[in-house]
């Protein structure tokens, strides 16, 4: 794999092409050492997750990604689960946005691909696991974010994301990890709990969003969610106005955040 497809400097002469070890594990979120573990095969039953970011990582066509769960002893990904497959033409074409803040999600709202821009937005989130990425558990669970909402705006919101997560459960009956989430939002959150009871039902549409960063300080963007056809991704963009002030301070935070991420990686 050609290590600027994934965004990465090939800074200088390489023993051989492709991306190093490191590279591969800070794009799959994963220790180098278990990257080694598992080229060497001290790491035997990789779990579907695993095999799920490296697919990504790796920007695996679906034929390659089956092909990944076969060698690795796992059953491939059915239609009958939520899929976290990113087709290639997809990716591609987010590439080619990196002056917007990206995020990508499954039928879920489990978060499965950022963008530099939002990572510089919203903040690092290569360190959460499991529910900590779902952005249904995050709003209801009560863990802290970045987006500042007003009460008319938090009701359409919960309404959406509630409407989503059911029909999902009528879309993959048989997915164990939504039916247990939902189950568990039900007994974490009586507002959740209450939206689910009767019924409530809700879309996503085009608005405004209100960002606090702690350095740049506040920011309405507008705030789209897209599908992509195909499939159940839902892809979500922030934009500004051209020569608004949201705008400047977005061009200010990717020159940051480029930055940032420059020095982490001559640290690393």
């Given at each position: 794999m050609d290590?600027?497809?994934?965004?990465?400097?090939?800074?200088?002469?390489?023993r051989a092409p492709g991306l190093r070890r490191e590279e591969l594990a800070?794009?799959?979120?994963?220790?180098v050492d278990y990257i080694v573990r598992l080229e060497q095969g001290r790491a035997t039953s990789p779990?579907?997750?695993?095999?799920?970011?490296?697919?990504?990582?790796?920007?695996?066509?679906?034929?390659?990604?089956?092909?990944?769960y076969l060698l690795a002893g796992q059953p491939v990904p059915g239609p009958k689960q939520v899929?976290?497959?990113?087709?290639?033409?997809?990716?591609?074409?987010?590439?080619?946005?990196?002056?917007?803040?990206?995020?990508?999600?499954?039928?879920?709202?489990n978060l499965i691909l950022w963008n530099p821009l939002w990572v510089a937005l919203f903040g690092e989130v290569a360190s959460l696991r499991g529910r900590e990425r779902n952005v249904v558990w995050r709003h209801f669970a009560g863990l802290p974010g970045r987006v500042i909402?007003?009460?008319?705006?938090?009701a359409a919101f919960e309404a959406a994301l509630v409407s989503d997560l059911r029909a999902a459960t009528v879309l993959y009956p048989a997915d164990t990890g939504v039916r247990s989430l939902v189950e568990?939002?039900?007994?974490?959150?009586?507002?959740?709990?209450?939206?689910?009871?009767?019924?409530?039902?809700?879309?996503?549409?085009?608005?405004?969003?209100?960002?606090?960063?702690p350095d740049i300080?506040?920011?309405?963007?507008?705030?789209?969610?897209?599908?992509?056809?195909?499939?159940?991704?839902?892809?979500?963009?922030?934009?500004a106005a051209p020569g608004s002030e949201a705008a400047d301070r977005l061009k200010l935070l990717d020159v940051v955040g480029t930055q940032?991420?420059?020095?982490?990686?001559?640290?690393g």
């Open positions: 290590p600027a497809a994934a965004g990465i400097s090939a800074g200088g002469a390489r800070q794009l799959a979120s994963l220790s779990s579907p997750q695993v095999l799920s970011a490296l697919a990504r990582a790796l920007r695996l066509s679906t034929a390659e990604r089956d092909h990944l899929s976290d497959h990113i087709p290639p033409g997809v990716r591609r074409l987010l590439d080619q946005l990196d002056g917007v803040p990206l995020s990508v999600y499954d039928a879920a709202w909402h007003t009460p008319d705006e938090e568990d939002l039900r007994s974490i959150s009586t507002d959740f709990t209450a939206l689910w009871d009767t019924g409530a039902v809700g879309v996503h549409e085009m608005h405004t969003k209100t960002v606090h960063h300080g506040t920011l309405a963007l507008d705030c789209d969610v897209l599908a992509a056809l195909g499939s159940d991704l839902r892809i979500v963009a922030y934009t940032t991420m420059a020095e982490a990686r001559a640290d």
